[in-house]
């Protein structure tokens, strides 16, 4: 009987030293998960404040890019080629003509241009690659824009061309957006604007709307009558 309780108590011996063995490494492993969660923590806090500065560095590249492009105006549409291997001299000729600004002496036609070329982009493409011209004289751009919104269609050798202002990829993509809405309006006969970077603006019954969401835009194009 002895002998069998001696063998027992080895065996509690045993196990015992096994549990705390076991105890002393669990102890271990949940200061060990306790610190990963308190660094994943710090490091939780440093990525919002990190995600924060991107946007805020982000909305300042694109601010200073459209800055950059505020003299530059982009031709859709124009068939490749059409500017020769003199693209100054071509434009500066061909913008007051297609636009009749070369009828109007008091206003003067002579556009100065400082640079005039084709976006970056593959010549494989089904469209033409849009023209980009950067203007020697902000009114300039002025009278351009003016010339483009009393013209109702501009077209060269066959083909429709637009003329907008040069603006980042951003504000163009967000302006995208607002393409089945302004068709909408474009329908119901309802005058609109898009203010920078991309809002749209239109009176509706004397009443002036904003919108800077597309969603919002569309359920009220939706509900007019």
Known sequence: MEEKLSKFSETLDKISTTLDDHSVRITAAEQRVSDVED?????????????KKIVSLVNCVDDLENRSRRDNIRIINLKEGTEGTNPIQFFETWLPSVLGLDKRPSAGTRIKM????????SLQGARPRPVIIKLHNSRDKQRIMAAVKAAPVLEHDGERITINQDLSSAVREKRRAFNAVCRGLIDKGIRFNMRFPATLTLTHQGVTHKFSSPK??????QALV
């Open 39 to 51: 660094e994943v923590t710090g490091l939780g806090k440093r990525l919002a404040e990190a995600e």
């Open 216 to 221: 919002e835009a569309e359920a009220f194009v």
């Open 114 to 121: 400082d640079r005039a070329h084709r976006s970056l982009g």
